[in-house]
């Protein structure tokens, strides 16, 4: 499975961006796909997660009610709707997909076996 992620950029705080990740190789409409995100000396951290079986979404809280994770089977791909954003939401982002996870390990980097690439986000005070 490769998976490539696009959609950063720089915004000002309380703006919006969309976020995409596009899978091909061997993919599976069941497949869990999650977005992590890594700010400069920091740790790579959980932001959002979308599984199939059972239908389930999974935020961290500082992102609830303003990240919307959705996807389009047919195209195989993931989005993160990023709304209000704010000057601490600043990093990089990062793709991931596997076949399952269960309850908090879909939360967990280790749980992901394929990565896309980052993608950028800045948002300016």
């Known amino acids: 499975v490769q998976l490539q992620a696009f959609g950063g950029g720089l915004v000002q705080a309380g703006g919006s961006l969309r976020l995409s990740c596009a899978a091909s190789g061997r993919t599976a409409s069941t497949y869990v796909r999650g977005w992590f995100r890594q700010a400069a000396g920091k740790e790579r951290e959980f932001v959002a997660a979308?599984?199939?079986?059972?239908?389930?979404?999974y935020y961290r809280d500082s992102v609830k009610g303003r990240f919307t994770i959705s996807r389009d089977n047919a195209k195989n791909t993931v989005y993160l709707q990023m709304n209000s954003l704010l000057p601490e939401d600043t990093a990089v982002y990062y793709c991931?997909?596997?076949?399952?996870?269960?309850?908090?390990?879909?939360?967990?980097?280790?749980?992901?076996?394929?990565w896309g690439q980052g993608t950028e986000v800045t948002v300016s005070s």
């Open positions: 991931a997909a596997d076949l399952s996870c269960s309850g908090e390990g879909c939360r967990r980097a280790r749980s992901y076996n394929y």
């Open positions: 979308i599984n199939s079986k059972p239908p389930s979404t």
